[in-house]
């Protein structure tokens, strides 16, 4: 099995464990299915991560371990920061931040640069963006 779409359904906190080889994992629109701690990292393999309507006020910190991940969407969400261990997510071409309460970027967002192909953030109080300086050698 390598795509999962979970409805209307509790999964319990070791739920992730049965289905270690999922590659798709779509968990929109069930806020209450989702454990309080969910350990994602029990599906290594996984690529593409849909938290889509699930009242999620800040990011598992779980995701920042799945290596392969390549699309994550976190839209329309009540979240408001963004934290800077998105930057451990070097594979991710698409992250969608849209329609959340982000008011301002880490820098070190900007180093998902060159594989980040999309970044969705409309919808967001955005007051500021900075992208990391990065050194200069001296010559």
Known sequence: ?????LHDLQI??????????????DLSGNAASL????????????????????QLH????DIFSLQQLRILDLSQNSLQSVPVEFQHLTSLTELDLSDNNIAV?????????????ALRLDGNPLRSLQLPTRKRALT
């Open 105 to 117: 970027l880490p820098p070190e967002l900007g180093l998902l640069e060159p594989n980040l192909q």
């Open 58 to 61: 800040e990011v598992p910190s």
């Open 12 to 25: 319990p906190a070791d739920g992730f464990q049965a289905v270690s080889r999922v590659q798709v994992l």
């Open 35 to 54: 454990p309080e701690h969910p350990v994602f990292s029990s599906i290594p393999h996984l690529q593409e991560l849909y938290l889509r309507r699930i």
């Open 1 to 5: 099995m390598t795509t999962l779409l």
